[in-house]
């Protein structure tokens, strides 16, 4: 049973970095798509989500199957505590989680440029210049987006542009 709520804390901690993450890859991919016809409803945001987010994504759903479990292997209220653990996890990993943009965009940059160079070591040059031109569209869109909200920019005001422009 501890074991079993140790892993909704766990999943609770990860899971609130995860969501602001998440939530810069989206709006931040809308706003780099923002006078794009062809761009889907995302933007670009499947093109700079970096791997481990991805990964992140996947793991969280062990959550979802670790509730289901609980309820067949423990009492009705141990698993609605998991899941209480779990809320309580991932408020407190938000809030320590960092609010300016500049943390989210280096990792974003960082793993594009290394996605260019481990395309380029497998001689994959399209590809790899492809991670460096989107890692470009990055950086020329963060510097637009910090002219426009100020160097402090942070990733409730990054929300709230995108959100008003659509």
């Known amino acids: 049973m501890i ?3 140790a892993l909704f804390a766990l999943l609770g901690a990860i899971y609130g970095y995860n969501s602001k993450m998440q939530g810069v890859t989206l709006y931040f991919g809308r ?3 923002r006078d794009n016809e ?3 409803p995302n933007g670009f945001q499947d093109a700079i989500t970096p791997k481990f987010q991805d990964k992140l994504n996947g793991f969280l759903f062990v959550a979802l199957a670790a509730v289901i479990a ?3 292997l423990f009492t009705w209220y141990i ?3 998991g899941v209480v653990t779990l809320f309580v996890a991932a408020a407190v990993a938000g809030a320590f989680a960092p609010k300016k943009l500049f943390p989210y965009i280096g990792k974003i940059v960082g793993n594009l440029a290394r996605r260019s160079a481990d395309y ?3 001689g ?3 590809r790899s210049n492809a991670a460096k031109d989107v890692a470009q569209m990055v950086s020329d ?3 637009e987006l910090y002219l426009e909200l100020g160097k402090d920019a942070t990733v409730d005001q990054l929300i709230k542009l995108v959100s008003n422009k659509q």
């Open 120 to 122: 380029a070591k497998k």
């Open 38 to 40: 062809l761009a889907g």
């Open 141 to 143: 869109s963060s510097e």
């Open 124 to 126: 994959d040059n399209e």
């Open 70 to 72: 609980g309820f067949f």
């Open 31 to 33: 706003y780099m798509a």
């Open 79 to 81: 698993p609605l505590l």
């Open 3 to 5: 074991f079993y709520l």
